[in-house]
């Protein structure tokens, strides 16, 4: 339920004027008929529930997927084929792939959940002119809402009356400070959410003061309930590695036909058995795909992620780690992720110049310090971590304790007697103090121009003396310098011998300035980002100068013509934006829907999009976003709902951690994938050939799936955890069009695919042509055939294919592993499971050709150990030929760079 249908505003009307368009009394509130009648008619000012997806439906998610697709046609043709024991093996590997998947993911979207703990369960009202405490879902526009400091607010209000009225909007805004508030302001135009003064809004918190206001918006119609509808409403997206793999799919799908139809075709030529060559080209078919690929991928992402955990990072979507290695964009937050989300005061002036807070001094600014710290009602103990109040206030009270100085141990010393309440209109506070001697001296903080209006002597040099117009010139100097620098300032002032707390005839003490400062390690972040090649772009909801100020200062921005405000942004199409965004670098004053229309903006170039953020202003773009990421500690529910991942240290520079492990995960996964498809295209060109040549088949249905889901697996799973290069972090991201075939994988894919087929059928044609040769007989097809028709012979033949194709396989593993590194440049240590892998798939090679129970399961002949070390260094072959291809590729990419 909203305020109007039409174009009116109510921060653009006066209170009374909303009053009477919703034909309410302030005195009296809404009639309790009237409002059961509105509750009845538009409904619980609540969010809309989102349907939530069930564990069934989260087990078919995974398998909507073409690869997947195509390992359950091989499941049904392997049943027509009577080869049960395949079928089985490949259901076992589609349902592990499954469930590690919905393991991973088993967190159901938080994002409207959170959101609904946010909404305050209760609200004070006023109805029929008495006051009631009732369930916030029954509030109804035209509610008159009373408010209070602890209070959260109940619905979307016009402020009717503020007194001292301060609300923390940090969450819905970036704002990093309470917003004063004015139920007297009437804007004359548009403005950002964080400018609309005389509005409160649905789940900020009262920080001071006290107000009442009128609803005007309720439930999905409220600012938190558009942010809600953004998050539903946006559509999840595939990760690059997810729209590569669902092509591979297809091109496997597509391959598997033609294989089919060209043995087809080759039964025709030959006038062979149609209906036998069928089984047989289907089953070649099926040899074709990779069966162990989606548990490897997943197993590989499973692994990365817990390789995240090291570096602080949570992974709640699989897929999302390697997205991480692509990001070419990190929009971040300024507030609680860029900086610290604490005001801090760096700098101060005493009467000389303009100092930084490290070199604050007690002995020399004893007044100063002593000043700020008691005219606060924050309180603050470091011992126990335990921080209360106004951010500006808390400001002061970390400023006193970095020189020595506590609040509590202050007032003890100099207890208050008196003091004067800051006001809006004021915009000064007051408090009064005993001192040992019995004297009493009150100091007064507040706005410097204010303060200085009522200062009639200035402190200079520790002595005190008339203030004249060129102190106040310098002191507004000063105030000028600061505000440069984006700070907060406020000045100090002080009298001695009146406990009346009266704010006349002060003098003049000093001022300091404060901001919410930079994490320590953002700069340096920044700095390696672009040494990556990756932008780094700050989006927040707080002022442009406070924006631009943070943004130089730790390198995100060198000129004001980087930086755009909302109010611009809300004149701008998409189309435009997109046209601009390559030039911009900061965005301030946005509200939630800008933060989306950035990111989609950038995606329009191709970008990899990263956001980050910690509020509940940041979820929608935290979903749009190619990957989102919130913070584990100051980050709101909602923001964590939202985000693919979630830093648990809340530092932004983890995220250059994160794309790096990302970066290492994706080349691990295309090493893996490009040595599988190898591995197949091998098998391929063996059984193809050998069956076009009117030759038994050289390998069995089950030395297939060994070979696929046993000896290729653990390597490639090896493959998939390797240890990332030094230098990773010094290349720019991959493109959002390269595909896994890009920058020789192709190529690679190709040659050791044919290499391998061929040498596998080598080495099955090596003993039927040796017992020809030794028996004096012609070597031909027909004869070879004829030789091969002795079941002793077909045996060894297979063993022979098999071994070849097996050992091969290790070997080429080796020279995957970091395709453009020779294999004896690489520090072979850090892949230890490599090691592993290499020697457990040897071992049980050697196992499926000695143990005689196996022999029989895989129709295999013992080999001698001469057999087995000709086999083993015949097999050694695609290791060399990966050195040379690692030279040639690197000559030829030389080449066009240079050209």
């Known amino acids: 339920m909203v305020f109007t249908e039409g174009n009116l505003k109510p921060e653009a009307m006066a209170a009374a004027a909303v009053l009477g368009e919703l034909k309410v009394s302030r005195e009296t509130g809404l009639p309790p008929e009237k409002a059961a009648a509105l509750l009845e008619a538009h409904g619980r000012n609540e969010f809309e529930e989102q349907k939530k997806r069930t564990l069934i439906a989260a087990f078919f998610s995974q398998l909507n997927d073409p690869m997947i697709y195509i390992l359950l046609a091989a499941t049904v043709v392997s049943v027509i084929l009577k080869e049960y024991t395949d079928a089985v093996i490949i259901i076992a590997i589609v349902l592990v792939n499954a469930i590690i998947g919905v393991i991973q993911e088993s967190k159901a979207e938080k994002s409207l959940e959170a959101l609904k703990k946010l909404s305050s369960p209760f609200a004070l009202v006023r109805r029929g002119g008495n006051i009631a405490e009732i369930p916030a879902a029954e509030l109804v526009v035209g509610d008159i809402v009373l408010l209070e400091a602890g209070r959260v607010v109940p619905a979307d209000l016009r402020l009717l009356e503020s007194v001292n009225l301060k609300i923390e909007e940090s969450a819905l805004t970036g704002e990093s400070v309470p917003v ?3 139920a007297g302001f009437v804007s004359d135009g548009d403005l950002p959410i964080g400018d609309r003064i005389n509005l409160a809004y649905l789940s900020t918190g009262v920080s001071y003061g006290r107000g009442e206001g ?27 590695l997810q729209k590569k793999l669902a092509s591979l799919g297809k091109v496997l799908g597509i ?26 080209a289907i089953s070649l078919a099926v040899a074709a795909i990779p069966e162990g690929l989606p548990a490897v991928v997943t197993i590989v992402l499973a692994l990365g992620v817990q390789r995240m955990v090291k570096v602080n990072t949570i992974v709640r979507k699989l897929p999302a780690v390697e997205t991480l290695g692509s990001v070419s964009v990190v929009c971040s937050d300024k507030t609680g992720t860029l900086t610290q989300n604490k005001m801090n005061v760096t700098k101060y002036w005493s009467g000389a110049e303009i100092r930084d807070s490290s070199q604050l001094s007690y ?64 915009k000064m506070m007051t408090t009064v103090h005993r001192l040992d001697d019995g004297g009493v ?22 002595v005190e003396r008339p203030i004249t117009d060129a102190d106040r010139a310098r002191i507004l100097e000063t105030v000028s310098a600061m505000a440069e620098d984006a700070l907060r300032v406020l000045s100090l002032a002080y009298k001695t011998g009146d406990e009346s707390a009266s704010e006349e005839n002060l003098v003049f003490t000093g001022l300091v300035g404060m901001i919410d400062p ?13 040494e990556a090649s990756v932008t780094t772009v700050m989006i927040t909801g707080d002022h442009k100068d406070t924006a631009y100020a943070i943004a130089k200062e730790i390198g995100i921005a060198t000129g004001r013509d980087q930086v755009i405000s909302g109010v611009e942004l809300d004149k701008m199409t998409q189309e435009e934006l ?17 933060k989306v229309m950035i990111v989609k903006a950038f995606k329009s170039h191709g970008q990899i999009v990263s956001m980050t953020g910690d509020g509940v202003n940041d979820a929608p773009s935290l979903k749009a976003a190619d990957i989102g990421v919130a913070m584990g500690i100051t980050g709101t529910d909602v923001s964590k709902g939202a985000a693919d991942m979630i830093l648990t240290d809340d530092n932004f520079a983890t995220i250059r951690l994160a794309i790096r492990e990302g970066r290492n995960i994706y080349g691990n996964i295309r090493e893996t994938v490009l040595f599988l498809l190898s591995s197949n295209l091998g098998e391929i060109i063996t059984m193809f050939c050998s069956i076009a040549a009117g030759l038994l088949a050289p390998l069995r249905a089950i030395h297939i799936l060994w070979i696929n889901l046993i000896t290729d697996s653990l390597p490639a799973l090896a493959l998939g955890v390797d240890e990332p290069e030094d230098d990773i972090m010094k290349h720019p991201p991959r493109g959002a069009k390269e595909g896994l075939f890009s920058n020789g994988g192709g190529a690679a894919t190709a040659v050791f695919g044919v290499l391998i087929g061929l040498m596998t059928l080598a080495a099955f044609l090596y003993e039927p042509i040796r017992l020809l040769a030794a028996a004096g007989q012609p070597v031909g097809i027909s004869s070879i055939d004829a030789m091969l028709e002795s079941g002793d ?7 022979f294919a098999f071994t070849t194709l097996a050992i091969s396989q290790l070997f080429n593993a080796l020279g995957f592993n970091k395709l453009n590194r020779s294999f004896f440049s690489i520090n072979h240590l850090r892949n230890k499971m490599m090691i592993a892998a290499f020697f457990i798939g040897f071992a049980l090679q050697v196992a499926v050709t000695e143990v005689p129970f196996l022999t029989e399961v895989f129709s295999t002949a013992s080999l001698s150990l001469k057999e087995w070390a000709f086999l083993t260094l015949w097999s050694t072959l695609p290791l060399w030929v990966h050195e040379i291809f690692r030279i040639v590729h690197t000559r030829i990419r030389a080449n066009k760079a240079y050209n």
Do not use: W
């Open 180 to 182: 004063d508030k004015d």
């Open 214 to 240: 009128v609803v005007v918006a309720t439930g999905m119609d409220t600012e938190m309930g558009r942010i809600a509808r953004m998050i539903s409403e946006e559509k999840e997206e595939l990760t690059p």
């Open 255 to 280: 391959l598997a036909l033609a294989i089919c139809a060209a043995l087809f075709l080759v039964a025709v030529i030959q006038g062979r058995d149609l209906f036998e060559m069928l089984l047989t």
């Open 363 to 426: 002995a020399d600014d004893k007044l100063l310090v002593d000043g700020f710290v008691l005219c606060t009602d924050a309180e603050l103990d470091t011992e126990r971590d335990f921080a209360i109040g106004d951010p500006t206030e808390l400001a002061l009270l970390y400023m006193g304790d970095a020189v020595g100085v506590s609040k509590k141990e202050l007032d003890k010393v100099m207890p208050r007697i008196n003091e004067q309440s800051f006001d809006s209109e004021r």
């Open 441 to 462: 001296i009150a100091y007064t903080k507040g706005a410097t121009d204010n303060v200085i209006e009522r200062c009639t002597s200035i402190r200079d040099g520790g």
């Open 518 to 530: 930079p994490r320590p390690e953002a700069a340096g972040a920044v700095a390696e980002f672009e």
């Open 578 to 594: 997109n046209a601009r965004v390559p030039s911009l670098r900061v965005f301030a004053r946005v509200s939630p829907q800008h």
């Open 793 to 799: 012979v077909l045996t060894r033949a297979q063993t």
